[in-house]
T-cell receptor, first 111, second 111 residues
Framework: ETGVTQSPTHLIKTRGQQVTLRCSSQSGHNTVSWYQQALGQGPQFIFQ???????GRGNFPPRFSGLQFPNYSSELNVNALELDDSALYLC??????????FGSGTRLTVV | GESVGLHLPTLSVQEGDNSIINCAYS??????FIWYKQESGKGPQFIIDIRSNMDKRQGQRVTVLLNKTVKHLSLQIAATQPGDSAVYFCAARTSGSRLTFGEGTQLTVNP
């Protein structure tokens, strides 16, 4: 059984650019959620996808968007990057709403 | 909404001692709670979970206690080892499947 995998592991972008982060859910998990973790803080919920539809969103602006594919993998897209977007972006998957499994994250640095 | 907080940002214990990490939550509708361990540069690792219809659950060397009356949960680690040094987060599930995290407790185990 494979866990949650995320790519890339590290990324440096310039303010104003766009970025796409990718996540493969754990085998058998049909729900994927994304979290932003700033340095020294707990993860903050961005949004969740189930059956290729967004079914929950945290307090993040529309320039944060996502997709889920038929194989349950997911993408997080961030447009018009700002310096404050620098963080660890975590993907978590679950089946049935329990036992959320997290990936190792993508460390995004905006300069 | 939900807010989750930890009582102590740091905890230092001697190897072999028992550790107790505490967490408070605000939303009485929270129905599921998870403790995660996060090591530097890695994603959160699932430790143990508990549903709101339980008040205690045990795993290998770990116990989670839930007191719904005062909206408090704790993680007890028996015979703490140097490998237990990490940041520990509690998370509460409320609406949909989103998790709300606390800010984390840095556990340091001294040899």
């Amino acid at each position: 059984e494979t866990g949650v995998t995320q790519s890339p592991t590290h990324l440096i972008k310039t303010r104003g650019q766009q970025v796409t982060l990718r996540c493969s859910s754990q085998s058998g998990h049909n729900t994927v959620s994304w979290y932003q973790q700033a340095l020294g803080q707990g993860p903050q919920f961005i949004f969740q996808y189930y059956r290729e539809e967004e079914n929950g969103r945290g307090n993040f602006p529309p320039r944060f968007s996502g997709l889920q594919f038929p194989n349950y993998s997911s993408e997080l897209n961030v447009n018009a990057l700002e310096l404050d977007d620098s963080a660890l972006y975590l993907c978590a998957s679950t089946q049935g709403g329990d036992g959320y499994t997290f990936g190792s994250g993508t460390r995004l640095t905006v300069v | 909404g939900e807010s989750v907080g930890l009582h102590l940002p740091t905890l230092s214990v001697q190897e072999g001692d028992n550790s107790i990490i505490n967490c408070a939550y605000s939303n009485s509708a929270s129905d599921y709670f998870i403790w995660y361990k996060q090591e530097s540069g890695k994603g959160p690792q699932f430790i143990i979970d508990i549903r709101s219809n339980m008040d205690k659950r045990q795993g290998q060397r770990v116990t989670v206690l839930l007191n719904k009356t005062v909206k408090h949960l704790s993680l007890q680690i028996a015979a703490t080892q140097p490998g237990d040094s990490a940041v520990y987060f509690c998370a509460a599930r409320t609406s949909g499947s989103r998790l709300t995290f606390g800010e984390g407790t840095q556990l340091t185990v001294n040899p």
